[in-house]
């Protein structure tokens, strides 16, 4: 698999751009019930961690009662459910045990059996509409635009929740979370030439208490990752003439990692989102019809 | 929440010693280049000290961030401000996200953004 970023063939009008999230990503199917309803094609989609997944569904195909299916069935307690003992207790005793390199409370085996139903054997050649997914080069911090091979193994990448799950390696690199490089890789889809640029991310969500190692070691990453979302943001914003049209749902409940049942509570308030910026999306496709023309 | 409304409309008048430019509609990559024309007439025409009034302001985009910085740039270069008065709660929200609350001061109405520069 190629995982070098790929160079750009053909402009790509509209990009759909789901950065990081989690659960909350699923708001991005709100954003893709309300586009299909309007005739809004999407010429690229780029996903990153939590967003990948929905990325890679909805590049697929699948529509968005199968997106939600999917994603309901996945994230389930049980992803978290196995310790991984055995990077647990060689971090703690290194000496003793010998330290692999990679530090995950949360065995992978689990998480594996869940995205295997919905993408194991599935590859970029297979979407229809072309897709990136971005994760992190381990060993150099580099954002690592995934186009080919696997899909499976690219959104394990790119999921690649630190100290939670192992990175994962795709052709000798060790790749974790996209979260850690790009939180909302708009960066990419500026790449590919896109004219507008349409994008749904989300902070990481600070846990209510800090009353355990895990959580404090989380707080850390989230504070990192939030000033980096912004910081980028700011910058793509300001330094390309592409249009990016931020959609932005009101999320005022608390949801974590796994509050899968908030999905349908997402996907309502991306829907309500994306009817916002309707009326501007269709203006400014129209005027950059004009300006091609 | 202000409805989304495409037109623009940008009024500009003198309190004191500051402009108030009230500005209605959408701030994007279609209205864009009118309000920098506008404000940047305003500047030179010795309104160096800026309030955008955003009650009004339904929506804003990448470009309309542009000018809005390109805009305070130009005013803070000539001695002034751009400062930005009565901003909606979806409008703040893309300027927390893309970092502008950092760099533009913000206050809750216009008699304050016009006090604030006494």
Request: hydrophobic share 45%; aromatic share 6%.
């Amino acid at each position: 698999m190629e995982v070098l970023p790929s160079v750009p063939d053909a402009p790509r009008r509209v990009a759909l751009v789901i950065g990081s999230g989690g659960v909350k990503c699923a708001g991005a199917l709100g954003l893709w019930r309300v586009l299909a309803r309007e005739g809004i094609e999407v010429d690229l989609v780029v996903g990153c961690s939590g967003g990948s997944l929905y990325a890679a569904a909805m590049a697929l195909g699948l529509s968005v009662e199968d997106c939600e299916a999917m994603t309901t069935r996945l994230w389930t307690r049980e992803v978290m459910a196995r310790r991984d003992t055995r990077s647990i207790l060689g971090a703690l005793f290194p000496r003793l045990l010998g330290f692999e390199g990679d530090l995950a409370l949360v065995h992978d085996g689990p998480l594996m059996r869940a995205l295997t139903p919905a993408l194991g054997g599935r590859s970029f050649d297979e979407t229809r509409i072309p897709l990136r997914i971005v994760a992190t080069d381990f060993a150099t911090g580099e954002a690592v635009v995934l186009s080919e091979g696997s899909l499976l193994d690219a959104v394990r990448a790119s999921i690649s929740v630190p100290f939670v799950w192992k990175p994962w390696v795709i052709d000798g690199r060790r790749l974790v979370d996209g979260c850690l490089s790009a939180p909302m890789p708009v960066d990419v889809a500026i790449r590919e030439g896109a004219d507008v640029i349409l994008t749904m991310g989300f902070e990481a969500a600070l846990p209510r208490r800090i009353n355990t190692a895990v959580r404090f070691a989380y707080q850390v990453t989230s504070i990192y990752t939030n000033n980096l979302y912004r910081a980028a943001f700011s910058f793509h914003n300001l330094a390309h003439h592409a249009e990016i049209i931020p959609v932005i749902p009101e999320l005022n409940q608390h949801i974590g990692l796994l509050s899968t049942e908030k999905i349908p509570y997402c996907i309502e308030q991306g829907e309500r989102a994306a009817e916002e910026i309707v009326p501007y999306l269709h203006r400014v496709l129209a005027h950059t019809e004009g300006a091609r023309a | 929440m202000a409805e989304y409304a495409h037109e623009l409309q940008v009024t500009v008048e003198p309190r004191g010693d500051v402009a108030v430019a009230r500005i209605t509609g959408s701030v994007d990559t279609i209205t864009a280049d009118d309000l920098l024309t506008t404000l940047q007439t305003a500047i030179t025409g010795g309104h160096i000290r800026l309030v955008g009034d955003f009650e009004g302001v339904s929506y804003t985009s990448s470009a309309g961030l542009r000018t809005l910085l390109a805009a305070m740039k130009e005013a803070r270069r000539s001695g002034g401000d751009l400062r930005l008065a009565s901003v909606g709660e979806r409008v703040l929200k893309v300027l927390e996200l893309s970092g502008f609350t950092s760099i533009l001061r913000l206050y809750p109405d216009v008699d304050t953004a016009v006090a604030s520069y006494a």
